[in-house]
Nanobody, 122 residues
Framework: QAQLVESGGGLVQPGGSLRLSCAASGFTFSNYAMSWYRQAPGKERELVATAAAFGAGSTNYADSVKGRFITSRDNAENTVYLQMNSLKPEDTAVYYC??????????????WGKGTLVTVSL
């Protein structure tokens, strides 16, 4: 059974850093594009960052986090990370890990984690 478990959220002051982790199990990790989404109170869920499948190294970011956030994946450990630097109060949200199948039998499959809360405040 596919499972995504996020960790690393918490309270941080503006300008600080946090690293989120998402541990995957139950599916062929390398066949999936791994993304981070976030949802702030009263707002829609938005895409933050994506790491391409197969460990190709390609990444994409929302304009709001470019230059501050870095996503990476470790296919050997079935884990994806989101390094968040220079955090701002507007980064406060629940951060979700998403896996989207892009190859072979996994094409179109879609899994979500339960989320981890990041609060940026004094």
């Amino acid at each position: 059974q596919a499972q995504l478990v996020e960790s690393g959220g918490g309270l941080v002051q503006p300008g600080g850093s946090l690293r989120l982790s998402c541990a995957a199990s139950g599916f062929t990790f390398s066949n999936y594009a791994m993304s981070w989404y976030r949802q702030a109170p009263g707002k829609e869920r938005e895409l933050v960052a994506t790491a391409a499948a197969f460990g190709a190294g390609s990444t994409n970011y929302a304009d709001s986090v470019k230059g501050r956030f870095i996503t990476s994946r470790d296919n050997a450990e079935n884990t994806v990370y989101l390094q968040m630097n220079s955090l701002k109060p507007e980064d406060t949200a629940v951060y979700y890990c998403n896996a989207r199948g892009v190859y072979s039998k996994d094409y179109g499959m879609d899994y979500w984690g339960k989320g981890t809360l990041v609060t940026v405040s004094l």
